[in-house]
């Protein structure tokens, strides 16, 4: 595939890019407060989303072949009518396995969309960390405005209208990707070669960037404790705007000081770590301001690392760019299983009063806990080499 240049395909990349996470973020309250309402339970509310993330674990570098094979645009282009379906899933669910459902569906969109979006997009500037830097940063001004009304939103129309709105933006995003050209994709790639780039970029995010993996699980919890500390949904919102403001002014930085920031992973993703620690338990002792900062210093750190860890996996797949970033969502991808399996286990234990501490509290500190420990053997691995 030839470089992308031309001034069409950059604006319609940067629009597909806003809308996309616009439509999933305006649903940021309303899918984990849905999943409470169905009856599962406030300690276990990631449950759904982590079987959707088991399909995404495997999907993610299929997708990444059928880019390259039969283009990317066709993958990233046709992608956000899951995303749609899922979402009036979620509306007419009366159920558990309703939201399970939608859950799968969305995840196959995800899955999908990113894998081919992200390779497709490497291609908009000179250098693969800059035009990753500029659609991410735009992507992440999406999550901002999505984020920013899902309180307001839901709050004052409920679950239909707020699923409604985000379906119409992902047909809108469809409807957009047909004004750009669709590079077909010839390419025959080795079976050997992709499991090899797949499973490279696997291990590297788990083991160095895992604090990316984390920000779903964060997405769902944060809510919940902010909401317990006594804000209203309308206020958290607000709050939770801090994660995709932080992470489009920090994607041109980690643009810019993408070498750096790649060999510093391991102490950035740690530092993150704790400081999410810090979070969940200002939370729960209700120090309201010194938590809105915890989760504010929590947002920089963490996304510094996106578009370095992402440029990365572009970097080392020659040639399978759509591959290499399907390995770093499967990576990121079964640590949120990782991340998720443990949040259950936590909530279930707290939800039955083996322990006597706040369930979505517990959830958050035991998985992000675990994933410091996993941070530490990837250093004692990597200074073994």
């Given at each position: ?30 899918i ?24 995404q ?12 094979k ?6 990233f282009?046709?992608?956000?009518i ?29 899955a ?40 307001y ?45 797949a ?16 920000i ?11 909401i ?24 041109y930085?980690g ?5 750096k ?10 530092l ?36 370095p ?22 990576g990121?991808t ?10 259950v ?21 035991l ?6 420990g ?9 200074r073994?080499?």
């Amino acid at each position: 595939m030839d470089e992308i240049l031309t001034t069409r395909e950059v604006i319609v990349a940067t629009a597909i890019g806003l809308l996309v996470p616009i439509a999933f973020n305006l649903t940021k309250i309303a899918i984990p407060m849905k999943i409470i309402s169905v009856g599962i339970s406030k300690g276990v509310v990631i449950l759904p989303l982590l079987v959707g993330n088991i399909f995404q674990v495997v999907t993610r570098p299929i997708f990444g072949v059928f880019a390259e094979k039969y283009g990317h645009k066709k993958i990233f282009g046709s992608a956000p009518i899951l995303y749609a379906i899922s979402f009036m899933i979620f509306a007419n669910s009366k159920g558990p396995l309703d939201v399970y459902i939608a859950s799968i569906i969305l995840s196959l969109g995800i899955a999908a969309f990113w894998s081919a979006f992200l390779a497709y997009s490497s291609y908009l500037k000179d250098g693969a960390a800059k035009s990753i830097a500029h659609v991410l940063a735009f992507s992440f001004v999406g999550a901002f405005i999505g984020t920013a009304y899902s309180g307001y939103v839901f709050d004052a129309f409920g679950y239909d209208v707020v699923f409604m709105i985000s379906a119409l933006i992902c047909i809108l995003a469809v409807t957009t990707s047909l004004f750009t050209h669709s590079p077909k994709g010839n390419k025959e790639l080795s079976l050997g070669d992709v499991y090899a780039v797949a499973i490279s970029n696997i291990k590297d995010t788990i083991l160095n960037a895992n604090t990316l993996s984390l920000i779903p699980i964060v997405n769902t919890y944060a809510p919940i404790l902010l909401i317990d500390a006594g804000l209203s949904p309308t206020i958290t919102g607000l709050v939770l705007v801090a994660l995709p403001l932080m992470s489009a002014i920090m994607q041109y930085f980690g643009g810019k000081a993408y070498n750096k920031i790649v060999s510093l992973r391991p102490l950035i993703n740690i530092l993150s770590l704790l400081i999410l620690i810090s979070f969940a338990y200002l939370s729960v002792i209700r120090a309201i301001y010194l938590a809105v900062l915890s989760f504010v210093l929590y947002s920089i750190f963490a996304s510094t690392m996106f578009t370095p860890q992402i440029t990365r996996s572009i970097d080392t797949s020659e040639d399978m760019r759509a591959v290499g970033t399907g390995g770093f969502g499967s990576g990121m991808t079964l640590a949120r299983v990782i991340a998720s399996s443990v949040a259950v286990v936590g909530g279930n234990i707290a939800e039955t009063g083996t322990i006597n501490l706040n369930p979505p509290f517990f959830a958050l500190t035991l998985t992000t806990i675990s994933f410091v420990g996993i941070s530490l053997f990837g250093i004692l691995k990597n200074r073994k080499k």
